[in-house]
């Protein structure tokens, strides 16, 4: 596949993401969650992870927000890819990720922890898209330092995450 091909490739899973929005909707059964805005572009994103209790486990992701197609696209691939996670998996994809956006293109994304996000790739060229393809991902690990402070899950990553909200019930 020549590269122009690939190219519109990843331009069509975007664009399908950024329409179909897997995860689409607040749940009530959130462990936790985090807002978060990029005003350079105005995007803005509100995204739960939900845990399994027992091991640990994020189950799902859900999101509502609006914004640009890519970082609304970022979340939907975001959440095609949390299923059974353990923290640590989380964070190490959320690593990954980020490294590939501020690689320039330089560092090729693993499709085994990305997924569809591969498709995202090409916005690393982009730095003032970095910020829209990140959002959704700055969101998830935010809301998961918050999910792992309360469940007592002792876990080492570095990264952002003090102000995220704690569900209260
Ligand atoms: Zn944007």
Redesign the pocket.
Known sequence: MSSEDLASLYQQVILDHSRERHGFGLQPTAIAQSHQI?P????EIRLQVHVDPSSGDVTSVSWEGQ?????TASASVLTDIVENLSPEEMFTRIDHFRAVMRSKGAIAPDEQLLGDAVALQGVSRYVA?I???M?PWVACEDAMHSATRQSGIAVNSPGLGVSGERIQR
């Open positions: 990029n350079t572009c105005g995007d914004g640009c197609a890519i970082s898209r910020k829209c393809a959002l």
